[in-house]
């Protein structure tokens, strides 16, 4: 499976827009590329999930662009409740024969008032 | 609808003893996972089960067994406990053996274990 890299932390105010990138260099044909956010105390709560150029849902975007070597995980307007740290994956999840989920150490987002 | 339930919520334990680790998935789900997470690193990959079967296993030693009952709920069991067994143990449901586009896997709060 692809690894991944991301900043191991970043810093933002209440009400910008946060962009989160991740390297994955290595990504395969079949991978799809996921991300994850974590509170302290709490399990990984899955954010949105993309294969190439751009994805939207509720809560945020993903960007990826042609060459798929890297993505970015846009949060319109943060609050104080985005604080906590995301997870970039990829790994085939689409009926393939991968089953589990590699998660490196993340980006721990922290979001001043 | 009751998400992914674990239990217990915390445990202490002591080094050598055995302890077992229960996940209720989301109803419907057939496929549970087990994932450790050790302070300040991401959750890693243990065991996962899909109708009752083992379907992947991380590298962790035998200490560490897992199964999958009727009802889809499973238990962790860790025996001779070390210090650095010491972690929150994570356990995800999906619907099948892979998360599927768009959903992702749903993870419980998880047990935070201490062994001292």
């Known amino acids: 499976l692809a690894k991944t890299t991301q900043p191991i932390s970043m810093d933002s105010y209440e009400g910008q827009e946060v962009n989160i990138t991740c390297s994955h260099n290595?990504?395969?044909?079949?991978?799809?590329i996921t991300w994850y956010q974590q509170f302290p105390s709490q399990g990984p709560r899955f954010i949105i999930q993309?294969?190439?150029t751009k994805v939207t849902n509720e809560v945020a975007s993903l960007f990826i662009p042609a060459d798929r070597k890297s993505s970015t995980l846009s949060l319109p307007r943060v609050s104080l409740s985005d604080t906590a740290v995301y997870y970039c994956?990829?790994?085939?999840?689409?009926?393939?024969?991968?089953?589990?989920?590699?998660f490196g150490t993340g980006t721990l987002l922290a979001v001043q008032p | 609808d009751a998400g992914v339930t674990q239990s217990p919520t915390h445990l202490i334990k002591t080094r050598g003893q055995q302890v077992t680790l229960r996940c209720s998935p989301i109803?419907?789900?057939?496929?549970v996972s087990w994932y450790q997470q050790v302070l300040g690193q991401g959750p890693q990959f243990i065991f996962q089960?899909?109708?009752?079967?083992?379907?992947g296993r991380g590298n962790f030693p035998d200490r560490f067994s897992a199964r999958q009952f009727p009802n889809y709920s499973s238990e962790l069991n860790v025996n001779a406990l070390l210090l650095g067994d010491s972690a929150l143990y994570l356990c995800?449901?999906?619907?099948?053996?892979?998360?599927?586009?768009?959903?992702?896997?749903?993870f419980g709060s998880g047990t935070r274990l201490t062994v001292v």
């Open positions: 995800a449901s999906s619907l099948g053996q892979t998360s599927g586009l768009s959903h992702g896997y749903t």
């Open positions: 994956l990829v790994g085939d999840d689409v009926g393939g024969a991968t089953n589990k989920l590699i």
């Open positions: 109803s419907g789900h057939k496929s």
């Open positions: 993309g294969y190439k």
């Open positions: 290595n990504i395969a044909t079949n991978d799809y």
């Open positions: 089960y899909y109708e009752k079967e083992e379907r």
